[in-house]
Every structure is written in C-alpha cells, then in structure tokens.
C-alpha cells in the first residue's frame, strides 16, 4: 500500500502529525490523549505512509534558539530516517501565537507582520535541514473578521511583499498555497487557488509558486475539488493535496476521505490519476481529524479508512472504460455517462 500505480500516476502518501488528534474543539477540551510523537511515526508508517507534513513547531518549540533549532532539526532528521519516512513539508504555523492574533503577514502591527516574516525565515532553515524545498503557507488569519479591519490594498501589497521576502531569503524552496475561504476569520484575502497562483504570479519567481489543494477548502468555496485540482493540474502548478471530505458548508470538518460523497471522491482521483500526480515526486496527503467522539484506541481509523477508500477509488479509475466514456460525451448522453459512473462505484465490473 506505499505506493499505487494509477494512470499516468504514481501516488504515495504522507500524513501530519496533526491528524491525530485529542479531540478539542471549540466548545469542549480534549477527550483522548495526545499521543507521543514516536508512536505516531510507527502507526503512519504501519499504515503504509511514506512522509510526514509538518508545521515548524511539530518540529521543535518556536522559541529555540537559531542553534537548538538546528540541533533539534537534526534529531528530527534522524527519527524519521529511523522509521524510514521522509519530511513532506513544513508549514510555519503563525495562527496560534499571541503576536498573530489579528494576522501574520497583514497584521497591521509592523511588529507583529516581522515576527510573521522572521517566524517564516526560520521555517525555511527547518525545511532545508530536515530535507525539503515544500514550505506550505496555509494562510490562517490573513484577513478579516469586518471588512473595514484593514485597508484591502494595503494587506494584498503586504501579502505580496511576504511572497518576495520568502521567495528572496532562500533562491531553492518553492512555496503552496493552502487556500480556504473562511475559518477562522470570517473571510480571508486570497480565498482560492486561483486567487494565490493570480498573485503567484506578480511575485519575482512565479515558477516557484504553487498550490496545494485540500478537499474540504475547494468545498467551503462552493467549488468541486477536482475541477480545483485539474486547474492546477493543467498549470503544472499542483504541488500537493490534503484529501479529506466535508459535509456542505460548514465548519471545516476533516472528515475521512470519501466517507461522505465517494462521487466527489472518485473524481478526485480520477484527475489526479489522470493528471500524473505524483510522478514529480509529489505526495497525495491526507488531512483528514477522528471524530470527537472516537474512543482513543480507534482514534487512527480515519488514517486508516481514508487510504482503503483511496485505493478502493484507484480499482474504480482503472474500470472506467474511457472509450465508453467518449462515447456517450459525443451523443451527449449523460444521463447515461452518470449512470455508468454510479454503477462502477457501486461495483460493477465495466
Ligand atoms: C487548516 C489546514 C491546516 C493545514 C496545515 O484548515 O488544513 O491543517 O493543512 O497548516
Ligand atoms: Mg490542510
């Protein structure tokens, strides 16, 4: 299972240490313990994972020196060799410190936008010692809970300035983009790929900025992943992807891949199948939360259930019979297309 051949595509999987989680949300504290670290890393690797995604301080405390960063960078480096796993990412997590309570970047606090920016540096310092080039910006509280918080020109240029800070502080990593429209404020700047490959572009190194697309995100848009997924395909800009499954326009729910539309799902792997994912050494990832109420030694079913439904999907994509797929598009018969489609996920064998 480390490793599907699908298509023109070769998918392997990576996971966040985040998606095992206690449980905590907002209106209740954690109902499971956090489990240690080193058992993550032996049940992702058990599950058939090959990287793990990281935010900066899954890594090491925030407020290490320069020194015992990299001290601590490098036993990480170790530990994940030993479990035979590489680094996907590292994500600087400006959501949570005190300084980032209105922003990081477009905070408009100059000191709080240079921690932002100083935070984000260092970042990069871990993902070059750990072994990556992926630094994944998912701009958490980038924007504004009223409209008139900040002056829009001034955050889209402070945004843009943070682009090139980053894009300049190191000529080798390339930069994703994790777009969501909401959550946790109440509408951010840049809510969807396009809107961040449009400012992408406007950087100094366009070429080194592109997308990661999470399921759920191109679902609080209104929009369906796949197309967000086979747009950024088609740009060779698809650098990354968080599946997971989101029950309507809600709060982010980070739900099992496939466990509420296997339609939406299949589609899914179908571009990305067809799209060659993966063959960049791109990895599929999950982000994918238990549910609360999930008792603590089953709380690894998600992970679990989200890569048999991936790769059930994957037995789906090699069934589809794309002649008769033509077929029917030409007589514009799709009412049929549909059916076909419904009855192969249901089990039919052509
Ligand atoms: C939140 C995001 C987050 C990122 C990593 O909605 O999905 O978990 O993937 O920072
Ligand atoms: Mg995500």
């Not at 504290?29 to 049940?43: A, H, Q, Y």
């Not at 992926?134 to 958490?140: E, F, G, K, N, Y």
């Not at 063959?279 to 048999?308: I, P």
């Amino acid at each position: 299972m480390n490793q599907i051949k699908c298509g023109n595509a070769v998918f392997r999987f990576s996971v966040g240490p985040w998606n095992m989680h206690p449980g905590a949300d907002p209106f209740g504290p954690p109902v499971r313990n956090e489990l240690d670290f080193l058992e993550k890393l032996r049940l992702f690797k058990k599950l058939g994972f090959g990287a793990v995604q990281f935010h900066d301080d899954d890594v090491c405390p925030a407020d290490l020196s320069p020194a015992l960063t990299r001290k601590a960078t490098r036993a990480m480096k170790a530990i994940l060799r030993e479990h035979g796993l590489e680094p996907e990412f590292v994500a600087p997590r400006l959501w949570e410190d005190p300084r980032t309570i209105d922003g990081g970047w477009t905070s408009n606090e100059p000191k709080h936008r240079k921690y932002a920016l100083e935070r984000s540096r260092r970042a990069i310092d871990i993902a070059n010692e750990l072994g990556t080039r992926r630094i994944v910006l998912w701009p958490a509280r980038e924007g504004t809970y009223v409209r008139e918080a900040k002056d829009p020109f001034a955050s889209y240029k402070r945004y843009l300035d943070y682009l090139n800070a980053l894009l300049d502080y190191d000529k080798k990593i390339v930069i994703l983009g994790e777009m969501k429209p909401n959550e946790p404020m109440d509408a951010a700047y840049l809510p969807t790929p396009g809107h961040f490959l449009g400012m992408g572009a406007q950087t100094k190194d366009p070429k080194r900025v592109g997308i990661l697309i999470e399921s759920a995100h191109s679902l609080l848009v209104g929009v369906d992943p796949s197309d967000d997924m086979a747009f950024a395909l088609a740009a060779g800009k698809l650098w990354g992807v968080h599946l997971n499954d989101q029950d309507g326009l809600k709060f982010d729910e980070d739900k099992a891949f496939g466990a509420v539309n296997l339609r939406r799902a299949f589609n899914q792997v179908w571009v990305l199948a067809r799209g060659g994912f993966g063959r960049k050494g791109e990895w599929v990832g999950l982000d994918v939360k238990a549910m609360r109420s999930q008792k603590q030694a089953v709380a690894w079913k998600h992970l679990a259930n989200s890569l048999a439904f991936f790769e059930a999907l994957c037995g789906v994509v090699k069934r589809v019979n794309e002649a008769t797929v033509s077929k029917l598009r030409d007589a514009r018969d799709y009412e049929e297309l549909e059916a076909y489609v419904v009855r192969l996920l249901m089990g039919a064998r052509k």
